[in-house]
């Protein structure tokens, strides 16, 4: 039996904030761009989210909702700081972390440093510690797999510990609502809502085959999780699949040579940031986001991976010509690359051709006590 701990921090930037600015503390505040400058909230505080301010949301729409909403610009470097003392912490107890983002982990502690069978005493161990070392709280979720750890740590936000053992997995399931489900989003929520799929236990009655025909190749997960299935292991690396800039205008831009400029731009960063992580892409897509927050974008494939500026450049101008609608206005551009390969390891012979000079190139589709 597999013991994994979900750690998630509560609110972690705006956490930060409150913490290093004493006159944050008790106050509605949000990390992200102003309502001004059509930036949108990184993460707000539990005092915000009474509002119904959430992460993501345009900030605009956030000052609406909460009209004495603080907006601070954040301070990445404490928030990278105070996740490496996190991440200290964690490799204490275990080598097998796994990093999820810059707040959150899984850690596996089936066997662990410290010798201890329970799990539950690690994790609430684990919180003590980054209370104490950072200032700051933390959530966890215990349980025999990754998917119901996740669920877990998210069943008493903030400052929680929840633990799911195996012989009440089912029936913690059964009642959670659909849309609790981490992996089931708000497209796939309103589709399952439609088919009378409003929980855990709606879920559970449908047979497999249904579920394929119904969400394809995701029917087999929502198959797995609704009974507690996930052999997923602990990664502790990584391999990097996508990178990508984007580029949200102060005032929408209807000017093709201007969008190329923004274009060349973000294309030099992107080839920056690649040479100095080591890596190069095969495929590089180009994004656009009309006034009317539609979202389009094209993709193309090269037979040669690349990392230089001026082919990120020319492609994605040459994209963006194809499909740019000319009579409408642009509120965000961006570029993103993909299928990346690292510069030490050797790639057939097939891919020898890199992008045609003449801009021709491929389109692709778009026990509860000792647990």
């Known amino acids: 039996m597999r013991k994994i701990i979900h750690i998630d921090m509560d609110a972690f930037f705006a956490a930060v904030e409150q913490r290093d600015h004493p006159e944050y503390r008790g106050k509605a505040i949000a990390v992200g761009g102003l309502p001004g400058s059509r930036g949108v909230v990184a993460t707000c505080s539990y005092e915000a989210r009474k509002y119904g301010v959430h992460s993501a949301m345009a900030s605009s729409l956030a000052v609406k909702l909460c009209p004495h909403l603080i907006f ?27 990093p999820v983002s810059i707040d959150e982990a899984y850690l596996d502690v089936t066997v662990n440093k410290k010798n201890n ?9 684990i919180r003590q510690k980054i209370k104490a070392e950072t200032q700051l709280t933390a959530s966890a979720g215990v349980s025999y797999c990754k998917f119901l750890a996740k669920i877990a740590s998210d069943l008493e936000k903030p400052d929680g510990l929840v633990v799911i053992p195996p012989q009440k997995a089912l029936d913690i399931l059964s009642k959670l609502p659909i849309g609790k489900f981490h992996g089931i989003g708000k497209a796939t ?23 394929l025909k119904r969400f394809g190749k995701a029917g087999q997960y929502y198959y797995n999780i609704v009974r507690g299935i996930d052999e997923r292991q602990v990664v502790t690396s990584r391999i990097r699949k996508s990178i990508s800039m984007e580029r949200t205008f102060s005032d929408d831009i209807d000017d093709l040579e201007t969008l190329k400029e923004y274009l060349s731009t973000i294309a030099e960063k992107l080839a920056q940031k690649m040479n ?18 539609e979202i389009v974008q094209r993709s193309c494939s090269a037979k040669r991976a690349f990392d230089e500026n001026n082919i990120i450049s020319s492609q994605a101008k040459c994209l963006l010509e194809e499909f740019y609608d000319r009579q409408r206005s642009v509120r965000l551009v961006g570029i993103g690359l993909s299928s990346l390969v690292w510069k030490d390891v050797k790639i057939s012979k097939q891919m020898t051709m890199p992008f045609y000079e003449d801009s021709q190139y491929i389109k692709i589709s778009n026990n509860d006590k000792i647990f």
């Open 276 to 293: 100095e992580k080591g890596f190069k892409a095969l495929t590089l897509t180009v994004k656009l986001k009309y006034s009317n927050f």
């Open 72 to 98: 601070v610009r954040g301070n990445y470097e404490a928030y990278r700081e105070a996740s490496a003392i996190i991440r200290r912490i964690f490799l204490e107890y275990t080598d097998l972390v796994e």
């Open 117 to 125: 069978p329970s799990a539950t005493r690690l994790a609430a161990e």
């Open 189 to 211: 929520e309103e589709k399952m809502k439609q088919l009378g799929i409003n929980n855990g236990a709606d879920l559970r009655s449908w047979e497999l085959q249904p579920l």
